[in-house]
């Protein structure tokens, strides 16, 4: 407990005390909640309605793990009378819309903040699967399709929780794309590929951050359970990359005790839902026979062990029943919302609302009410409880939750003098006859998805699609509000004058909808990822799999490689609906100045941003590198961003500095990013699909760097 000795030191004196009957209570985790379909009864030390409890060595002072989910703040497993009520950040895809490394930090400072006080000391927040499958039931948890802003953006949301003496979990590792057969299937992607796409961002977001424990998943890649895949867990999280914090399996996602231990896995979670409790007495005995040596189960502990002294688990002890903020922490949560969203289209200028508007008419999805959650494991039950209830499906995934922040009742303050009318628009008749009557309409349109449970299609379900048509044919000032877990199609986008993209938006979101539409706040949310017009532009217009076949073992060919999102659009010639990066504001915004040069290894770019408008906004200058000799998997990568605050007529100058790996090519042979000796095209760009941006070239030597983006001298 001596505090002047640093993480491994205090972890070496702590190990040599331990029996070995405590050192395996360490490696094995169990639920924190009733198993009402395997009829278990959860840890009696266990926070209830919890993820998950290990245990602790009261003995030597080794506090136990006390572990919530997930990314958008403290959840509730189940939820009913004894539901925890806690504040939820907008979705994940949200706080990547931002490309605020700021407001992520604070976002996750907060939920880190909520962890504590509700006596968890360990947060299994930080997903950064790159969006390679658009209906993925958890698009929403994540962020988005781009492994620079991914693993950024995380990074910094995960840095925020750990401020807190709170082991953040980077997950989920790796390569898992989609929730149909997501036990069973097996990813197939070559190491190249993988090291320039999915690893790559969780690369980024273990350099930028440091987090504690990282989740594997629950997926196969390449034939082998990524929860015992050498490949993964061994050779590039441990070797490659020099992490040295612990690796925990997802729930249900440990399949061996020899294979596991000896391939990485140092921590077995939730063992209820596995087929047996692989990380107890029969791990005890692969360790006396010799079939895990005794050096690697002192390696796990020691893994264990050196990160809970690191971030602050024993000498900041979690805190019983301490006091929320909530109000102040609603207002983290409304500043992310507002942030977050993306204006996708404004013919005409008709947002912000006008304030000389006499009658609105306000059309579908509980908008009178609430906002829409993600469902699953992440869901954080409401404050002041759902505002929707008996919705399907009531059980897990569910129950659909709407959060009771109401986007009708704040337009209303603002707008007094306005005659605001709501229709539920179930009945597409009386729905066109109140849009027929009004000088606005504003329809609110949903997508519920959730942990285990893909969306079925990119269309909007429910026939909301032919609602919005039949609307905006009966007025031509049509605004639609999206609140969905990822892109959507939009058939009627032509007919429609106004599209805001809300995601799902937490425990403000209807404040923050409705100050995005009356002009309280000016949007600056630029998509993470593209927005297909239909499904077949994907590389796989079909979904893989049978949602009515769980236990079916099935193969996902990832063809594309890295070349996913932007990068696919762009090497295949299509264009989306919207491009990655898109994102409009009510004001405008230029860019002069623009240069670039290499230096110290990389390349390093300035430029000038104005607002040219009449109010105050963010832009989103984006950097993107094309070369223009060699091949790489698209023909431009994403390699530098900024996110700028600037009052009517300010300008700001600009300084950016690319990660050199961006600008090379992985090389699995010699586990090096090649950068060959050519000219480069940098562009300065609203968006991937920009047709007005600027350049300049640039000319890099032939360079060498290791896995970690060092030069090799």
């Not at 006080?117 to 698009?139: C, D, H, I, T």
């Not at 300035?606 to 070369?627: A, L």
């Not at 609203?686 to 047709?691: I, T």
Request: aromatic residues 8%; neutral net charge; hydrophobic residues 40%.
């Amino acid at each position: 407990m001596n505090t002047s000795l640093t993480a491994d030191q205090r972890t070496d004196l702590v190990l040599k005390e331990m029996t070995q009957d405590e050192k395996l209570k360490l490696v094995f985790g169990h639920f924190g909640s009733e198993l009402a379909w395997k009829n278990l009864k959860m840890h009696p030390a266990a926070i209830p309605h919890s993820a998950g409890y290990v245990e602790g060595v009261p003995r030597l002072g080794i506090p136990a793990q006390f572990e919530t989910d997930a990314g958008v703040g403290v959840a509730t497993q189940g939820s009913g009378p004894t539901a925890r009520e806690r504040t939820s950040l907008p979705s994940g895809i949200s706080t990547a819309a931002s490309w605020n490394q700021k407001l992520a930090f604070k976002s996750g400072a907060m939920i880190g903040a909520e962890a504590r006080a509700s006596g968890f000391n360990v947060m299994l927040a930080g997903g950064v699967n790159l969006m390679r499958e658009p209906r993925n039931g958890r698009n929403f948890e994540y962020a988005g399709e781009d492994p620079l802003l991914a693993g950024t953006i995380v990074a910094a949301q995960i840095n925020g929780i750990q401020s807190n003496h709170v082991i953040s979990t980077l997950k989920h590792y790796a390569v898992n794309s989609q929730e149909t057969g997501r036990f069973t299937l097996n990813a197939k992607i070559d190491d190249a590929s993988a090291r320039m796409s999915d690893l790559l961002a969780m690369q980024i977001a273990i350099e930028k951050s440091d987090p504690g424990s990282v989740m594997c998943s629950y997926n196969r890649l390449n034939g082998v359970y990524a929860c015992e895949n050498d490949y993964l867990l061994n050779q590039v999280l441990k070797t490659d990359w020099g992490y040295r914090g612990y690796v925990m399996s997802d729930w249900g996602a440990t399949h061996s005790t020899v294979a596991a231990a000896n391939n990485g896995l140092d921590q077995e979670s939730g063992w209820e839902f596995d087929a047996s409790p692989y990380f107890s007495g029969a791990l005890k005995e692969a360790v006396t026979n010799g079939a895990v040596p005794q050096a690697r189960l002192d390696n796990m502990l020691k893994r264990i062990l050196r990160t809970m002294f690191d971030k602050g688990l024993f000498d900041y002890p979690v805190p019983k029943d301490n006091a929320i903020d909530f109000a102040a922490h609603a207002l983290v949560s409304q500043n992310g919302a507002e942030e977050g969203m993306v204006l996708l289209k404004n013919d005409a200028n008709v947002l912000p609302l006008h304030k000389d508007l006499k009658k609105i008419a306000i059309i579908g999805s509980h908008a009178d009410v609430g906002v829409l959650s993600g469902g699953g494991s992440s869901q954080v039950y409401p404050i002041g409880g759902n505002a929707v209830k008996g919705l399907e499906p009531a059980a897990w995934p569910g129950p659909v939750v709407y959060h009771p922040s109401s986007p009708l009742k704040t337009i209303q303050r603002y707008m007094p003098q306005a005659q605001i009318s709501y229709d539920a628009g179930t009945d597409i008749k009386a729905a066109t006859a109140l849009a027929a009557q009004s000088d606005i309409v504003l329809v609110f349109a949903t997508q519920w998805i959730g942990e285990a449970n893909d969306a079925v299609s990119l269309s909007l379900p429910s026939n909301q699609d032919a609602l919005i048509a039949a609307i905006a044919a009966a007025n031509k000032k049509t605004v639609v509000v999206l609140e969905t877990g990822g892109p959507v199609t939009m058939p009627w986008i032509n007919q429609v004058a106004s599209v805001l993209e809300a995601w799902y938006p937490g425990t403000s979101g209807g404040e923050a909808i409705a100050r995005v539409l009356v002009g309280e706040v000016n949007p600056s949310g630029h998509l993470p990822v593209s927005f297909a017009a239909s499904a077949s532009q994907l590389p796989r217009p079909v979904l893989d799999g049978d949602p009515a076949k769980p236990d079916q073992r099935f193969d996902v060919s990832y063809h594309e490689g890295a070349t996913i999102g932007y990068k696919w659009f762009d090497a295949k010639g299509l264009k989306p609906l919207f491009a990655f990066g898109h994102g409009l504001s009510y004001t405008k915004f230029a860019y002069s100045g623009f240069s670039s040069k290499y230096i110290n290894n990389t390349v390093q770019v300035k430029f000038t941003v104005t607002n040219t408008g009449k109010v105050t906004g963010k832009d989103v200058p984006q950097v993107y590198v094309s070369p223009t000799a060699g091949k790489w998997e698209a023909p431009k990568r994403l390699v530098a961003w900024d996110k700028v605050e600037l009052l009517p007529g300010e300008s700001k100058s600009v300084s950016l500095n690319v990660d050199p790996r961006l600008l090379g090519m992985y090389d699995s042979k010699t586990k090096t990013w090649q950068i060959n000796a050519a000219a480069y095209k940098v562009i300065l760009a609203r968006s991937a699909g920009d047709n007005d941006a600027v350049s300049t070239t640039v000319n890099l030597p032939a360079s060498s760097l290791n896995v970690l983006g060092k030069k090799i001298k």
